[in-house]
């Protein structure tokens, strides 16, 4: 997959040695992801097949999708890991009320949908996130070569599926 590239970083990451937290998190503007205490810039906004494939995942989801004690969201959708980790998965399945701001319990499943200026985030920085954090299935989606790649969280590690 040639999405991810080191040129890519310069365009997305702020690239100062400070530590933010989630109160910092709170007082940015515009859509932010806070990864191991630095931020991530959500935009531009996704291109127009990102969004269809987005929205045909999560239909297709939603078909077949029967747990009464949990709900698909769509991003934009604040799941705080931790103070120094605030992400915003394109898709997950949350088992919990969330507060007002965001949810806090490890969701089963995520799904992201790659893009060129998200691609070395999801493969690298939240790949690691999510299994640390527990998520069970990591499921992301090359909307350009339309294939996705699933992982199951097995002993702590993920594992293609």
């Not at 365009?11 to 007082?27: E, G, P, R, V």
């Not at 995942?57 to 029967?66: G, P």
């Not at 709900?71 to 997950?92: L, R």
């Given at each position: ?18 530590k933010?937290t ?14 191991n ?31 009464p ?34 949810f ?16 070395i ?31 199951m ?9």
């Amino acid at each position: 997959m040639n999405l991810a590239r080191k040129d890519d970083l310069k365009y997305t990451q702020n690239y100062k040695k400070q530590k933010y937290t989630y109160n910092d998190y709170l007082a940015k503007e515009g859509r932010w992801e806070l990864l191991n205490g630095q931020f991530w810039n959500m935009a531009p906004a996704p291109y127009p097949k990102h969004q269809k494939v987005l929205f045909y995942m999560a239909k297709e989801m939603e078909k077949h999708f029967n747990c009464p004690n949990c709900e698909i969201y769509i991003s934009p959708i604040d799941w705080k890991i931790d103070d120094e980790n605030v992400v915003q998965p394109d898709i997950a399945i949350f088992c919990e009320e969330p507060t007002k701001q965001y949810f806090s319990k490890t969701p089963p499943l995520i799904v992201e949908v790659l893009s060129p200026s998200t691609a070395i985030k999801d493969i690298n920085l939240k790949y690691k996130l999510y299994e640390k954090a527990g998520v069970k299935y990591y499921i992301m989606v090359e909307p350009n070569e339309e294939f996705a790649d699933i992982f199951m969280l097995k002993n702590d590690s993920f594992e293609f599926q």
